[in-house]
C-alpha cells in the first residue's frame, strides 16, 4: 500500500531534529533561506520550527554573534542522506568545510541533532549530536517546542538547561522571520 506521499507502508519514516546557526553574510537571512531549503527537501516534511535567537559564539574564536533556530523534520531520508542533503544546503551557501576555522565563523551551519532512536558514534555520523546537551542555541529552542521534549541518548532536554543557563541566548521578535510551513501544519500534527 503506498500513502498519499508515494511511500509503501514498508518504508520507514522518522522525526529528524536539526539546528540552524549564521553568523555571517546576513545571518537572518541565511537562517531562513536554510529553513525554505528544509521545507524542500525530497522524501520530508519540515514540521516546525522555533523562533529565531541571537546568541554569543562559543569556543573563544573572536566572531559575530550567530543567529540560531531549531526545525522539526519528518523524513523518510536515511540520516546518512539526510547528513550529505544538510552539508551540500551549506556548500551551496558557500560554507567552505575544508578552510573554516574550528568553531569559527559560518555563513551556514546544518547540524542533524537527532534522527528518530538512531544512536550512532561513527566520526562520520554522531547521534545525538555530541554537543547538543552543552548548548543553549540548541535547548531553548528545542525547549521552545516542548521542554520535557525526551531525545534518544540524551534523555530529557530540561535536565541540561542549569547547565547552559550562563550562555546568552536572545529570541528575536517574531516579524524576524518568514515561516516556510504551510499553514494548517502545527506542533501537534505529528
Not at 519540515?46 to 529565531?52: A, G, I, Q
Not at 538512531?118 to 549530536?129: E, K
Amino acid at each position: 500500500m503506498v500513502d498519499q506521499t508515494g511511500h509503501s507502508a514498508s518504508e520507514s519514516s522518522v522525526i529528524a531534529w536539526i539546528s540552524i546557526g549564521s553568523n555571517m553574510e546576513q545571518p537572518i537571512a541565511q537562517v531562513q533561506k536554510a529553513l525554505g531549503a528544509l521545507a524542500e527537501l525530497p522524501d520530508s516534511e519540515l514540521l516546525w520550527h522555533s523562533h529565531l535567537y541571537r546568541t554569543e559564539p562559543l569556543g573563544g574564536v573572536e566572531q559575530p554573534a550567530f543567529i540560531n533556530a531549531v526545525a522539526r523534520l519528518h523524513t523518510h531520508l536515511s540520516a546518512r542522506a539526510l547528513m550529505a542533503l544538510l552539508q551540500n544546503l551549506e556548500a551551496l551557501a558557500g560554507r567552505k568545510r575544508n578552510t573554516e576555522i574550528f568553531w569559527g565563523p559560518r555563513v551556514l551551519d546544518l547540524d542533524l541533532l537527532s534522527h528518530g532512536d538512531l544512536i550512532s558514534n561513527d566520526p562520520a555520523l554522531r547521534i545525538p549530536h555530541p554537543r547538543m546537551t552543552e548548548r543553549a542555541f540548541v535547548l531553548i529552542p528545542l525547549a521552545e517546542f516542548d521542554h520535557g521534549l525526551v531525545l534518544p541518548g540524551c534523555g530529557c532536554i530540561a535536565d541540561y538547561m542549569m547547565a547552559v543557563a550562563v550562555q546568552s541566548v536572545t529570541r528575536l521578535p517574531e516579524s524576524s522571520v518568514t515561516s516556510p510551513i504551510k499553514a494548517n501544519t502545527h506542533r501537534a500534527s505529528a
